[in-house]
């Protein structure tokens, strides 16, 4: 069994910038990976968040995942063009060893069913849970209306 090696980039970019300027900058970094000679194993936009300190007076910021594999030579050109570019606030590249990531669809679409299924998954737990919790509660208090009887053994 042979060992995959790949990288992982994460990016984060300002957060006023629009939602087309995103995919736009995402869409400019998988070409120049490419041309360089890297290939893209998953690409996706992790969204909005808020930083753990400043950066560039900035208190959130946009997070963008890139995973790909290359020979190495490609990371210095790209964190270049990231360095060099005003809207990337950081970036770091970590070498990554093991099963590759699979791919995941980006679509919105796919992400609103997604958790449309899990709003339905945790309306009904939670609907199960009162079930549960007012038939505890019927218990109890059939336990508390029977008068427990003590008996005290003198000696």
Known sequence: MTVQIYYET???L???IAEDEVTNHIDKYNKLLEKLGGTILDSQSRGKRRLA????KHREGIYVQLSHQGDGQH??????AMRLSDDVIRYLTVKQEGAL?????S???????EKEKNET???TSKSESKAVETSDKKTLTSAASTPEVK???KP
């Open 10 to 12: 994460m990016y984060i």
């Open 14 to 16: 300002r957060p006023d």
């Open 53 to 56: 300190y400043q950066i560039a």
């Open 75 to 80: 990371i210095f050109k790209i964190e270049k």
């Open 101 to 105: 990531p699979a791919p995941r669809s």
């Open 107 to 113: 679509n919105k679409g796919s992400n609103q069913t």
């Open 121 to 123: 998954i945790d309306s």
């Open 151 to 153: 008996e005290t053994v």
